[in-house]
């Protein structure tokens, strides 16, 4: 049976995660470095920007180390900075994953760029705000390597999924969640948009593949792997028996029963995906340490850490509030240790 992380939730830790003042705090991704400390990547930007659209022309990839899971974690150096509008990651990085295989690291992420200013303390950035549309209609999925967990991070010269007219993601392409097989080769679900005549659709997820890490990377199904009516986003993937399991947000609620919580889902193929009998992986409402049950504005970017071929705990960027992403005063990235589980749970 596939991974049930409601079950396994243990209470969160009122100190770990990851937190900067004067920062909006976003993506979480762990890996344990070959320091045997523990490096989460992430993405931050000024809080003299609104949380969103900010992260759309300032965010930037950080890394945190903590000694253990839980942490709290302590800001350790920018990764990807802003390199300059030229570049197609020049101006925002952001949804970092990174994965550790062999000796080296991966890092997929959102990279965006936009010919305009930059935006100061100051000035009112909104969604109609040029910089932003740019943004947006700019954001395509890339790849960073590394020898070292330190670093130097070496980034491809072009995103591995550019778009494609007249497809699924002719308008962008976002939200890597990738998962290497056990012959090297890599399966990509990422987040797309479509155009529909000068704007962009709803948004869906596609599926590419690659035979080896650094690419290229190929689109392996032209249709979204939901319909368009199934509103999810922010997926994380990982091997689970003969096949593969998904978490994602639920965007409306119709699927897992709450809106903005978490669907499992399962697939044969990496393709084909199904809901799960028992389709609830998380919840917004989340058990402390404190003994206390509190509802975050925002629970999003879901990451499962893995080791030993166990998911161990489970990672999400958060918001205080009574939701939305303007409402909130203040987001993080929180972590809920998980008890143990199936002996089949694996990532490979």
């Not at 954001?139 to 130097?152: E, H, I, N, Q, T």
């Not at 922010?234 to 965007?251: L, V």
């Not at 669907?263 to 917004?284: C, E, H, M, Q």
Request: glycine fraction near 10%; charged fraction near 25%; proline fraction near 8%.
């Amino acid at each position: 049976m596939a991974l049930s992380l409601m079950d396994r939730m243990l209470p969160a830790p009122i100190g770990g995660g990851f937190r900067m003042e004067e920062w909006w705090v976003w993506c979480g991704s762990v890996v344990r470095g070959e320091d045997g400390r523990y490096h989460m990547f992430a993405s931050r930007w000024p809080k003299w920007l609104p949380m969103h659209p900010g992260w759309l022309i300032r965010s930037e990839i950080v890394r945190a180390v903590s000694d253990t899971p839980e942490g709290p974690y302590t800001y350790a150096e920018t990764v990807l900075p802003a390199r300059g509008a030229e570049f197609w990651d020049g101006r925002s990085t952001h949804n970092p994953h990174v994965i550790r295989h062999g000796s080296g690291y991966l890092l997929y992420y959102m990279g965006s760029t936009n010919p305009f200013a930059e935006a100061d303390p100051g000035d009112a950035v909104e969604m109609d705000d040029c910089r932003v549309i740019a943004a947006r209609a700019n954001k395509r999925v890339g790849l960073a390597v590394a020898d070292s967990v330190f670093g130097p991070w070496k980034r491809l010269d072009a995103p591995i999924l550019p778009v494609r007219p007249g497809k699924l993601d002719s308008y962008l392409t976002s939200n890597p969640a990738p998962c290497i097989r056990e012959d090297g080769s890599v399966l990509l679900i990422y987040k797309a948009r479509r155009y529909e005549g000068h704007n962009y659709g709803k948004m869906t997820l596609g599926a590419a593949e690659a035979s080896r890490l650094e690419g290229p990377y190929r689109v392996i199904s032209e249709e979204p792997l939901f319909p368009p009516a199934v509103h999810v986003e922010d997926p994380f993937i990982w091997r689970s028996g003969s096949g593969y399991a998904m978490i994602a947000k639920d965007m409306e609620g119709h699927l897992c029963g709450e809106k903005h919580g978490g669907i499992l889902a399962l697939s044969d193929n990496g393709t084909d995906w199904r809901l799960a009998d028992a389709p609830k992986a998380y919840s917004r409402k989340v058990l402390w340490d404190d003994g206390q049950e509190r509802v975050m504005g925002s629970f999003e970017r879901p990451f499962l850490l893995f080791q030993d071929s166990k998911p161990t705990h489970m990672f999400a960027a958060v918001a205080d509030g009574p939701g939305g992403f303007r409402e909130a005063r203040n987001t993080w990235n929180m972590v809920i240790p998980l008890s143990a589980g199936n002996a089949n749970d694996r990532e490979d």
